[in-house]
């Protein structure tokens, strides 16, 4: 077997754990080097560890992860970035006039895959000491298609274009205003196409520092949709996108292949994987530590297989139980109880923008969740009732305690991760309860002794989401709490929510734009319509079924059930399904199909 040991430096305290792992290390007796310290940190040499995962249990801090493979995945060892640090097995064959899927949990090599395909981090095959350089690597892969790809990359015959994960962080580096940026970018001559498709031209005159995550997002994929390269490569395009703008996006990307260009997409929307992919490429393995690339399958099979947790052409089960959804969310253990909430018709007035909000209720037990475009309303509305803005009436509601975790998050608390848990749940942080509802779920474990203003953008959100659902409440309100999470991670995130709202029977609004996510959550829809930036109208609560059909059909997008998985599927535009569906009304999934 081979051992892959992963050490955390940054949970690693050495000093006030007086190095647990190096005293009760088994083999430390007869090899003094099993574990050494460097700089007052630990080294766990894999040839001489045995595996006993004594050190993983002593440590206080999580810092250790070691794992068993077979030895004959270690010959197809990618990259890895340093002593005991992530190891990437495999990679996925870029295709020209094929876009590819890249679906997995986050930490598990998607982004470095990207990185290594587009030239920007350079293949050491495991040996971070001596780097091989490119005759080897082309040797390495020779009778493949990779010979050839890598071929061009160290001749620099391949030309690139990469879309980031984080395009908060663009404004930081580049500067300037939208259309003058994309001009300079349009080597395609798509300019105006592309513009008019994802809305930008009302963006032309701004300048990039003063644009959203959404309207910065939409200027990143056109940039790099816009540039004259071989292969195009997008992660995470759908990150802080409505509906409609994430199909839009979608349909941007795929037009690439009709000029014969390899596009590789890593997504966690698995309706917009589905709906853009033509083939899917699995990442699994352990987050942080390793991950390996499966072999190439078809999109509606990809995505059934990393639901279902196994591998069969690998015969490789790498999650214990399926994600199952279902044709209407599971029935709660207990009946709805009493109106919790009622509210007449809500206005809220801005210099250019008014939100409507008709008369509606909520009863306690229940998950509303909301649908809308950006720009439409739905944060000021969830405001409102936080009560951090107030209608134009001034009219309060009530005294509910309120819990709310807003859209964006910044790290601003200075201290861990224990630390901010601990001020907000008090004495319930230490019971198995909250261990088991809150912390496991989200692996917020993982995390307790992270400063919090070191955490990346997914483990923030899983952090405020956290502390959002530890506060007591009548009221839990969650702004997009998927946003940076991964397929796993928001269906856990969704099972937390249920589990607290059935528990203490209280009520949740969740406002959210993957339509899967809302699918496995919410009992009713509120769904807001209207014209973004200008006016917004919040229709009231109503069922699952009904106000998909609503939303949807302001979307023009039909919807089908997986006959296995049961999840939802988008509809190809034009399809006869999909044409079907229009003409009858059921834009969610029509029932009597599914069986």
């Excluded at 390996?292 to 995505?303: K, L, M, P």
């Excluded at 037990?365 to 475009?373: A, H, N, R």
Aim: glycine content about 8%; some cysteine; overall charge positive.
């Amino acid at each position: 077997m081979t051992r892959v040991a992963v050490l955390d430096a940054d949970k690693c305290k050495s000093k006030r754990c007086n190095r647990l792992c190096y005293r009760f290390c088994p083999m430390v007796r007869s090899h003094k080097e099993a574990i050494r310290f460097e700089d007052d940190r630990p080294v766990i040499v894999e040839l001489l560890c045995s595996g006993c995962g004594i050190c993983i249990k002593k440590c206080p801090f999580n810092a250790i992860s070691i794992v068993n493979l077979p030895d004959e995945l270690e010959k197809e060892c990618s990259y890895r970035f340093g002593q005991n640090t992530f190891k990437l097995y495999r990679l996925p064959t870029p295709s020209p006039g094929i876009v590819l899927g890249l679906l997995g949990q986050n930490g598990v090599g998607k982004t470095t895959t990207l990185k290594i395909l587009s030239g920007e981090t350079k293949l050491n095959l495991g040996n971070y000491e001596n780097p091989p350089d490119w005759d080897e690597i082309i040797r390495h892969f020779r009778g493949s298609i990779l010979q050839d790809y890598f071929q061009k990359i160290s001749n620099g015959k391949l030309k690139i274009s990469y879309k980031p994960q984080y395009v908060d962080k663009i404004s930081k580096v580049v500067s300037g205003k939208v259309g003058e940026l994309l001009e300079k970018v349009d080597e395609r001559g798509k300019l105006n196409k592309i513009a008019e498709q994802l809305e930008l031209k009302q963006l032309w005159n701004r300048p990039l520092e003063v644009l959203s995550g959404g309207e910065l997002q939409r200027v990143a994929v056109a940039a790099s949709i816009c540039r004259e390269a071989d292969a195009y490569f997008f992660d995470e395009p759908s990150s802080y996108l409505d509906v409609k703008q994430r199909l839009e996006v979608a349909r941007a990307i795929r037009s690439l292949k009709k000029d014969e260009k390899t596009v590789i997409v890593a997504e966690h929307d698995l309706a917009i994987i589905d709906y853009l992919s033509d083939q899917i490429c699995i990442f699994y393995g352990e987050p942080g530590v390793y991950g390996i690339v499966s072999h190439v399958h078809g999109v509606r099979t990809g995505i059934n297989i990393y639901l279902q947790g196994y591998i069969p052409d690998e015969n490789i089960r790498f999650r214990k139980e399926a994600i199952i959804f279902h044709e209407k969310p599971p029935t709660v253990s207990f009946v709805v109880g009493e109106t919790l909430l009622k509210w007449e018709q809500i206005e809220k007035t801005f210099e250019g923008f008014k939100l409507v909000a008709r008369p509606g209720k909520i009863k306690k037990g229940e998950i509303i969740g909301i649908l809308g475009p950006n720009g439409i309303g739905k944060t000021t509305f969830v405001k409102i009732l936080a009560g951090i803005e107030e209608a134009d009436n001034r009219k309060k509601f009530g005294e509910l305690e309120v819990s709310y975790k807003p859209q964006y998050i910044s790290a601003e608390y200075e201290g861990t991760v224990q630390e901010l848990l601990m001020g907000v749940a008090k004495e319930n942080f230490t019971s198995s309860w909250y261990k088991t509802e809150i912390l496991q779920p989200l692996r917020i474990h993982m995390l307790l002794d992270r400063n919090v203003a070191e955490l990346s953008g997914g483990e923030l959100q899983k952090v405020a989401i956290a502390a959002c659902l530890s506060r007591k409440a009548e009221l839990y309100l969650l702004d997009e709490p998927s946003a940076y999470l991964d397929v796993e991670e928001r269906l856990n995130m969704a099972r937390a929510i249920r589990r607290i709202v059935e528990t203490h029977n209280v009520t949740a609004f969740v406002v959210e734009h993957d339509v899967v996510a809302q699918d496995f959550i919410a009992d009713h829809l509120m769904v807001f319509t209207g014209e973004p930036g200008v006016k917004g109208m919040a229709n009231p609560p109503t069922s699952l079924r009904d106000g998909m059909n609503m939303f949807l059909k302001e979307m023009q997008v039909t919807f089908r059930r997986d006959p296995v998985t049961k999840r939802p599927r988008v509809n190809k535009d034009g399809s006869k399904l999909d044409k079907f569906q229009k003409e009858i009304g059921e834009y969610y999934y029509v029932r009597q199909l599914q069986k």
